[in-house]
């Protein structure tokens, strides 16, 4: 079985192991989106692109004057978590035996919704709140806003950004739908780990392709053009993955319209009586 051959091999019962899959799965799909113009070709690519060019430096995380780009987020957040197992969290034994298939797809379906969920308030606050510096601090995540996106830009942020989102997804981690806290089995958080990633960087790819998640599920997934949206125009789309709460509070392109075109009315209403009550003291 997978399992037990992943459970056989000895790095998979080391502390960081899990932490090691997420980055191992960020390195995979960055590096696979960098690269994907090269398959598709120019008039593909081009065609996919939510501005209709070629990518802007696909492979600038790949230059060794540009280390930084992909050592900061890796070393931050493998140092984190080494932190955090060595002080606050020991890490249990992994379970002897694989889980159903049936609780292994609940929990991973589960575990991406409530990721989404909790990270969503996080979110909306960078974007919305009065203080600040919050907004300053996530503002290094929105540099680029001349092109589309590239995936790199998945794990640009600064320090306190990211930390937020890892530790939303260390409490994801530790819930289960059968279980409960600290019941979420072994194999589920790995592949946890390899999903989430992939989606991140699929939001953050500048692509539109049938493939794509938010082409096999559009009910449910806004994707990447939602995020693109967003990263363009911090008022709409504050969902990772999902749609629901962006459509429930208007937090969309037409919910932003609608608000803007309310507010200009208010004004000119405003104005107007303003001015009614003006004219007789002027004459």
């Known amino acids: 079985m997978a399992y037990d051959a992943m459970m056989s091999w000895g790095p998979a019962r080391a502390p960081l192991f899990e932490a090691e899959v997420a980055s191992f799965g960020f390195f995979a799909s960055i590096a696979f989106f960098s690269s994907l113009h090269l398959a598709l070709g120019e008039e593909r690519t081009k065609a996919s692109r939510f501005d209709g060019k070629m990518p802007t430096k696909p492979f600038e ?7 930084q780009l992909w050592f900061n987020p890796l070393g931050s957040y493998l140092g984190s978590i080494w932190l955090y197992h060595m002080f ?5 034994p992994p379970p002897e035996f694989a889980p159903s298939f049936g609780v ?12 989404d969920l909790l990270f969503y308030p996080i979110h909306y606050a960078y974007h919305n709140s009065n203080f600040g510096q919050m907004r300053r601090m996530h503002g290094y995540h929105h540099r680029i806003s001349s092109h589309a996106l590239n995936s790199l830009e998945t794990v640009q942020h600064s320090y306190i950004d990211g ?9 994801v981690q530790q819930i289960s739908p059968f279980g409960g806290f600290g019941h979420k089995h072994f194999m589920t958080r790995v592949l946890h780990n390899l999903l989430v990633t992939y989606l991140l960087s699929e939001a953050h790819s500048g692509y539109d392709l ?3 998640s938010h082409r096999i599920l559009p009910e449910f997934l806004g994707g990447a053009p939602r995020h693109e949206r967003h990263h363009h ?8 993955y ?5 459509d429930f509070f208007g937090s969309t392109d037409e919910g932003v319209a609608k608000r803007m075109k309310k507010s200009k009315e208010v004004n000119e209403q405003r104005a107007k009586m303003s001015k009614g009550v003006e004219a007789p003291a002027a004459a």
Do not use: S, T
């Open 233 to 240: 125009d911090g008022r709409v789309y504050y969902h990772q």
């Open 242 to 246: 999902f749609k629901y709460l962006d």
């Open 104 to 115: 292994l797809c609940g929990e991973l379906a589960f575990g991406i919704w409530l990721y």
């Open 61 to 67: 995380w790949a230059e060794p004057r540009n280390w």
């Open 163 to 171: 930390f937020l989102q890892v530790f939303v997804n260390i409490v």
């Open 210 to 212: 049938p493939w794509m």
């Open 88 to 92: 606050l969290h020991e890490k249990a």
